[in-house]
């Protein structure tokens, strides 16, 4: 016989139907479970029904190595974990350089050359590949496009930031309202250069007066949300021993190498974790479009095994003594109240009936996990056997009204699944990993998960 069905029959997107959706109802009906589940999440939320009682209650909050950083910072509603992360770990450096209990050094002075950098980098890139003919309705121009003017980024471009343009005390280049809530002042640096984009392809002979004009006019909007960042300050202060100390003028880069130079932050590398198997361990990966200073160090990462991440972060913290840059994507299985990730902190399958079963590749694989949040490390612990690592203590961006006044915990086993990067010295790798940071590195597109930005 032949068959007279079509292939876009076979291959048609078929309609739920009546009778379909009332064989659901009754099957969801037939289970006393399933109406005790919608009794609980509908009356207190998913999160509370799902929590593990007793894996919450049993996840202890101490450590047998802690590195003490003091008051935690608040990023408010901005995405500048990486930026707030990265002068966590270098006001560390600074409080002992300084002798002081607390300091905090301004993160709006760093966003502000971030995105004066980044405005430049963009328009640059972009003028290169439309003069390359790259079509305007391309995939890559578009993710571009979508992608311009966030606040997220990585180690390598907080460096560069501070190897240029240095770092300054908070309270000499404080926060501003579009700091501390960038949406409004991102929509409209993201109008400008999308502006810029269409004059570029409008007329290709105005590119460079378009990128100059774009520049400039990111410098206004900048300056006129942000403010002015000091080019120079008088510096002086009262150490926590009652002693006044004064440096006099001095500049953010003398600042910066002054009392942070001392730990050599510029020359870590970062570690990641790429599960796909097509991505070898022990070499080094790299994402096409991605960087913020122009001429400054590329964003790129060496591939390693999870473990080899987790003992580097471990030997800093027990042998150096000081916090540790790292990336993860922080949302699954994390209590934001109580400060605690565990991969069995939710039991959201048991609640849904639904076998969640992916591992670590598969879901970076299909875009259900990428690096979001960047924090650092400053505690761990270990068990008596001296081997076994069990937790880590975090400190976290997110103030101090959650968790232990703003520090998490994490479970070693989250580790293994969620967290993705780790900055760490160059000098503490084996011979072969520094000489594969030597090698060139394996282009990604702009669009890989690997390009996710925290």
Not at 110 to 115: Q, V
Not at 162 to 174: E, H, I
Not at 235 to 248: A, K, L, P, Q, V
């Amino acid at each position: 016989m032949t068959d007279n069905t079509s292939a876009s029959e076979n291959t048609a997107i078929k309609p739920l139907s009546g009778e379909q959706l009332s064989s659901l109802v009754e099957q969801f009906d037939a289970k006393a479970s399933n109406r005790l589940a919608m009794n609980a999440v509908t009356a207190a939320g998913i999160d509370k029904a799902a929590l593990n009682y007793d894996r919450s209650r049993l996840l202890q909050r101490r450590f047998s190595v802690t590195v003490d950083n003091g008051e935690v910072t608040h990023q408010d509603r901005s995405g500048r974990c990486w930026l707030f992360s990265s002068l966590n770990v270098a006001r560390f450096v600074a409080k002992k350089n300084l002798g002081l209990k607390e300091f905090e050094f301004s993160q709006n002075y760093a966003m502000y050359y971030d995105k004066l950098e980044r405005i430049n980098y963009f328009l640059q890139d972009v003028a290169a590949l439309v003069r390359a003919g790259e079509p305007s309705d391309s995939r890559l121009i578009k993710h571009l496009l979508d992608d311009v003017m966030g606040d997220g980024g990585q180690w390598t471009m907080a460096l560069n930031v501070y190897k240029k343009y240095g770092a300054v005390p908070k309270d000499l280049f404080p926060e501003t309202e579009s700091s501390k809530n960038t949406g409004a002042m991102n929509t409209q640096l993201r109008h400008m250069l999308h502006t810029a984009v269409a004059h570029m392809y409008a007329d290709q002979s105005s590119i460079d007066t378009v990128i100059a004009d774009g520049v400039a006019a990111g410098h206004r909007i900048l300056t006129i949300h942000l403010g002015e960042p000091p080019k120079s300050f008088d510096w002086e202060w009262t150490d926590s021993e009652g002693m006044f100390h004064r440096d006099g003028e001095i500049t953010p880069v003398e600042f910066w190498k002054k009392y942070v130079g001392t730990a050599d932050l510029e020359d870590y590398v970062c570690l990641v974790d790429d599960p796909r198997q097509e991505h070898p361990k022990g070499k080094k990966i790299g994402i096409e479009h991605l960087g913020n200073v122009a001429g400054g160090t590329p964003t790129e990462y060496l591939n390693v095994p999870n473990q080899f991440m987790k003992d580097c972060v471990r030997a800093i913290l027990s042998e150096k003594g000081i916090p540790v840059w790292f990336g993860a994507d922080c949302g699954p299985f994390m209590d934001r109240e109580r400060g605690a990730w565990a991969t069995d902190l939710f039991e959201y399958g048991s609640i849904y009936g639904v076998d969640f079963d992916m591992d670590k590749e598969q879901r970076v694989r299909f875009c259900d996990s990428a690096m979001n949040h960047a924090m650092a490390f400053v505690g761990v612990d270990v068990a008596d056997d001296g081997t076994t690592t069990r937790r880590w203590r975090v400190e976290n961006s997110w103030g101090d009204k959650i968790a232990d006044k703003g520090y998490f915990t994490m479970s070693d086993d989250w580790f293994t699944e969620y967290v993705y990067e780790v900055a760490v010295p160059k000098a503490m790798l084996p011979a072969e990993y520094q000489a594969a940071l030597d090698e060139p590195a394996i282009m990604l597109p702009a669009w890989d998960p690997m390009g996710a930005l925290a």
